[in-house]
């Protein structure tokens, strides 16, 4: 059965895709599976948003190979969502700086 019949299939008589819509505790939700960084992640976009072009965000950690798992974990996302450039990156001991790449907010 292809995607389309399948969803062909699950549409109500009044044409809707679902049943219906109800408003609950959000403790009734399961947590959302999120990565390790995905926290920093939305950080540091916020931040750099707020950031002057000309300066960078310095984000200290407690272990020098945090930084690293970071920068790796963060510049794939990254490169991902926003294609290469958008951010940088530097490692410097248990620092990580980061700031707008060239192609920041490029489309």
Do not use: C
Not at 13 to 39: F, P, Y
């Amino acid at each position: 059965m292809t995607l389309q019949k399948q969803i062909d299939a699950t549409r109500t008589a009044n044409g809707r895709s679902w049943k219906s819509i109800t408003e609950v505790r959000a403790s009734e939700m399961r947590r959302l599976r999120r990565s390790k960084w995905q926290e920093l992640y939305d950080d540091i976009l916020l931040r750099l948003e707020q950031t002057q072009p000309q300066y960078a965000l310095k984000i200290e950690f407690e272990d020098a190979e945090l930084p690293r798992k970071a920068r790796h974990a963060l510049n794939k996302k990254l490169r991902k969502e926003h294609g290469p450039g958008y951010v940088d990156f530097a490692v410097i001991g248990n620092l990580l700086y980061v700031r707008r790449g060239p192609n920041w907010k490029k489309p």
